[in-house]
């Protein structure tokens, strides 16, 4: 069946609709339509899914949607523009540029976490930069996952952008098959599958995978602010996101603050019990439950740490004094366990972030202006928020995606939109003014060869969309030096 489907996506894609301007902002239209005419019912899905109230179900996964076909919408037609660029003395009279250009068929396999927002984020994308795309979105959110096949298909070409369900076999199966990209969002484990999956047809990848993104909190900033982000962005969708703060470093001085300022946020966030809370959401399914069970053996719990496998309900916890080499170290959490890590000040936290694979995202909270700009400069990962978490998310101007084991490739607004296009080089030029090429030419000189180099190494401004007529009216002069200096160089053409 799977390979029906990517047969009959092709085929689709060959017939040229997905390619046309108009037919792409008409899909986006479409999908604002089937968000917003459909909203009551994606929030119930959500709500059977993980709990996620219907306040939660906008914030965290629809509006951020709605943003990136809004954004789409106003900027495509500059996107999909050819974009000038800077020439040489040799291609002075040439017209060069880049032209964005679909990839073909795409593939976007989704995350049970979001699974709305991390799998119409890329289908946006996707449509945008013309290309058709088929969706897989995880099984693991069963309901969204039903809701999406159904829907997707009364409002967008439903043989362009098709809809998969199913399992780990319906992903392997689909894996098997070619296609001119393939875009997932998940665990580093499957990722390294994707990847192997795509080497065999030479097919690129984006990976937005996960880790363990650290926060260093140092003894100089507000310990009440750092402590209502940092548990606002760890304790959100029952901390299974990706870009959560895994783990906070800190030094042993101002351990039992932070734990004081945190249990005062939960408090305010979620009452005295968090079971109770409309805003407070579930283990996706009993094993990631019971993974997450095991990995608080061997710590000491500070706060929190109740449990019913019944609800899939685990408190929001915080283990404190956690020892490096325990088994909750090892691993992404990807749920409501918070583990403070002591240090002995940022170059020591500097070295723990270092030792281990790049994170998708780092987190520093300081007042010192000295501190964050050591952090930034002595680590690496996808992504950076200082004094607060998560919200380089937020902003489609900025890249999101991992370095090394976090992922590779990056997304949101027109980085999207590039990533899923072809970045096509196009040099138009005439049969005319042969003579300019003579530096090029057989038989080869010393003569030649420094005019060639001349001719390569002199760089010219480029102006967005200008015709060289208008840059000859616009600048006479500059002009006129410029055919001083070719007179000076071509005039002897027969060396």
């Known amino acids: 069946m799977e390979i029906e489907v990517v047969d009959r996506t092709r085929a689709a894609y060959q017939t040229g609709r997905s390619r046309p301007l108009q037919f792409r902002l008409q899909q986006l239209r479409a999908l604002r339509r089937l968000l917003s005419e459909h909203e009551a019912t994606i929030s119930a899905a959500l709500k059977q899914d993980l709990n996620k109230s219907h306040f939660n179900a906008q914030l965290f996964e629809l509006i951020g949607v709605e943003t990136e076909i809004a954004l789409a919408l106003d900027k495509l037609s500059e996107w999909a523009a050819p974009r000038p660029v800077q020439k040489n003395l040799l291609s002075m009279l040439v017209d060069a540029y880049i032209q964005p250009e679909p990839l073909g068929v795409v593939l976007i396999i989704g995350a049970w976490n979001y699974p709305w927002a991390l799998t119409l984020k890329p289908l946006v994308g996707a449509i945008a930069a013309g290309n058709a795309a088929v969706v897989k979105p995880s099984e693991i959110t069963q309901h969204s996952a039903n809701l999406l096949k159904e829907l997707l298909p009364q409002y967008l070409d439903k043989e362009l952008y098709p809809v998969v369900t199913g399992g780990a076999s319906e992903t392997q199966e689909l894996l098997r098959q070619r296609f001119d990209h393939i875009f997932y969002t998940g665990s580093s484990a499957v990722g390294k599958l994707v990847m192997e999956a795509a080497a065999r047809h030479l097919s690129p990848v984006t990976l937005e995978l996960g880790g363990k993104s650290p926060c260093y909190v140092d003894k100089d900033c507000d310990l009440a602010v750092a402590s209502r982000r940092i548990t606002w962005g760890k304790f959100t969708n029952c901390g299974q996101t990706c870009i959560a703060p895994d783990y906070v470093l800190c030094e042993p001085a101002i351990q039992d603050r932070l734990l004081q300022e945190m249990q005062r946020t ?132 900025l890249p999101f995606g991992g370095v090394g084991q976090s992922g590779m490739g990056r997304y949101h607004g027109r980085h999207t939109y590039d990533q899923l296009s072809h970045l096509r080089a196009c040099y138009v030029t005439s049969p005319a003014l042969e003579s300019f090429n003579k530096a090029r030419y057989p038989p080869l000189s010393h003569g030649r060869l420094r005019k060639a180099r001349c001719c390569l190494q002199t760089w010219l401004c480029s102006c967005a969309r200008a015709s060289i007529l208008w840059v000859a009216l616009s600048s006479i002069l500059a002009l006129g030096l410029l055919v001083a200096l070719l007179v000076i160089l071509f005039k002897d053409t027969s060396k």
Do not use: W
């Not at 005295?272 to 997450?292: A, M, N, W």
């Not at 366990?337 to 002995?344: G, K, M």
């Not at 964050?372 to 928020?385: C, H, M, P, Q, Y």
């Open 266 to 397: 939960l408090q305010e966030f979620y009452g005295d019990d968090p079971r109770t809370s409309p805003d407070y959401g579930r283990i996706v399914s009993e094993r990631h439950f019971d993974r997450l069970i095991t990995l608080m053996d061997d710590c000491s719990v500070a706060l929190g740490g109740q449990s019913d496998r019944s609800e899939l309900y685990i408190a929001p916890t915080i283990l404190r004094d956690v020892d490096p080499s325990c088994r909750l170290m090892q691993e992404e959490v990807f749920g409501p366990l918070l583990a403070l890590v002591t240090v002995n000040g940022v170059d020591d936290a500097i070295r723990f972030m270092n030792d281990r694979e790049k994170p998708l995202a780092i987190y520093v909270f300081s007042s010192s202006k000295k501190v964050i700009k050591k952090v930034l400069a002595e680590t690496s990962s996808g992504g950076v928020t200082v004094n607060d978490v998560m919200m380089h998310y937020t902003l489609s101007s």
